[in-house]
């Protein structure tokens, strides 16, 4: 499948989407664009970034690049490449929730129209434990998920306990990447691990088709907690190193300073649940810990990504809201 399939995706559901030289750019809130394929790294010249922001209005762009790139915040990928996936290669900690989680429940492919009805109640829960705020009314959680029922390359997987929707998510492969989109689940299931059996089995089954190389589980985010990642990396996926770019209108620049960092750093701690907030803070934080004066040449070089990353090392520690929760989502 290939990226304009993804953008049509995006096109049904109301989003602005363009298309330059070197990437898509999905329009998003707070007069952003952020760069698509996900997976892919790119080096748009400053030229390009500059008529898109121009011709379309926007404050900026947010892109992923070589991590060997003189500019960007060290950031990374969740990735799993091709290899023999089976339980036997996950940890302790994994396997043993990974089966209990089948012992619990049953994982199937399930249609789009099952998940428009039913994930709703998933998509507020989890959104809710995750202090994120994303989709707010059940017409649109519909709307993302009947376009992708019509369209080629997506697939709606579900983890059921007696016949109830307990977790879900969504995939789509671009190229020889799968993506993994939207994975939630109901709270009341959490303890019974259907998260575990759910993200192992659509990923094994994922990796046995000869098609796929990889699979794709999220990028560094703005503003979700670290638990969402460890989980991640507990089953199996591994950090991909990259830089996140943040790249500002020349009028925008003074505004984005350590100053401001400071205020929206303060009022997200405040108002933790406060999507604006939270999402200024952490373009702030990206953007002041991607310049070049800023970056250590010497961290730069030794730079190594743990298998939690602490953004800590780069001097801009997380907020207060930002703290491990009990489970992936």
């Known amino acids: 499948m290939n990226p304009e399939v993804f953008a049509e995706w995006f096109r049904l559901r109301g989003a602005r989407v363009v298309r330059t030289e070197s990437s898509y750019w999905?329009?998003?809130s707070m007069r952003a664009f952020q760069a698509f394929p996900y997976h892919l790294t790119i080096n748009p010249p400053e030229a390009e970034l500059l008529t898109l922001l121009r011709a379309h209005n926007a404050i900026c762009l947010r892109y992923s690049t070589?991590?060997?790139?003189p500019v960007g915040y060290p950031s990374y990928h969740a990735i799993l490449e091709k290899q023999g996936y089976q339980i036997e290669s996950l940890g302790k900690w994994a396997r043993k929730n990974v089966r209990?989680?089948?012992r619990?429940?049953?994982v199937e492919p399930i249609s789009f129209q099952l998940?428009?009805?039913d994930g709703w109640v998933l998509q507020q829960d989890t959104l809710h434990?995750?202090?994120r705020h994303e989709l707010r009314d059940h017409k649109r959680w519909e709307r993302l998920c009947l376009a992708a029922a019509h369209l080629p390359g997506f697939e709606a997987w579900g983890a059921l306990v007696q016949g109830d929707l307990a977790a879900s998510v969504i995939t789509f492969r671009m190229g020889n990447c799968c993506y993994m989109l939207y994975q939630q689940c109901k709270r009341e299931y959490l303890t019974a691990h259907v998260n575990n059996a759910l993200s192992f089995t659509v990923t094994q089954n994922l990796l046995r088709r000869p098609e796929v190389s990889s699979i794709f589980y999220g990028l560094h985010s703005l503003d979700a907690p670290p638990s969402v990642d460890e989980f991640k990396f507990r089953m199996g996926y591994t950090c991909k190193p990259v830089r996140q770019r943040v790249y500002l209108h020349p009028f925008c620049l003074p505004l984005f300073n350590p100053i401001t960092y400071a205020v929206a750093r303060a009022a997200k701690a405040v108002r933790p649940r406060n999507r604006v907030f939270a999402k200024a803070e952490g373009m702030i934080r990206f953007y002041?810990?991607?310049r070049p004066a800023l970056k250590p040449s010497r961290a730069a070089r030794e730079f190594v990504l743990p298998s939690r990353p602490d953004e800590r090392a780069y001097g801009l520690e997380q907020s207060a809201s930002s703290t491990p929760e009990?489970?992936?989502l």
């Open 115 to 117: 998940l428009a009805r």
């Open 129 to 131: 434990r995750q202090r």
């Open 288 to 290: 002041l810990g991607g």
């Open 66 to 69: 070589a991590f060997d790139a």
């Open 100 to 102: 209990r989680g089948l």
């Open 26 to 28: 999905l329009g998003q």
């Open 104 to 106: 619990n429940c049953t």
């Open 326 to 328: 009990q489970e992936r």
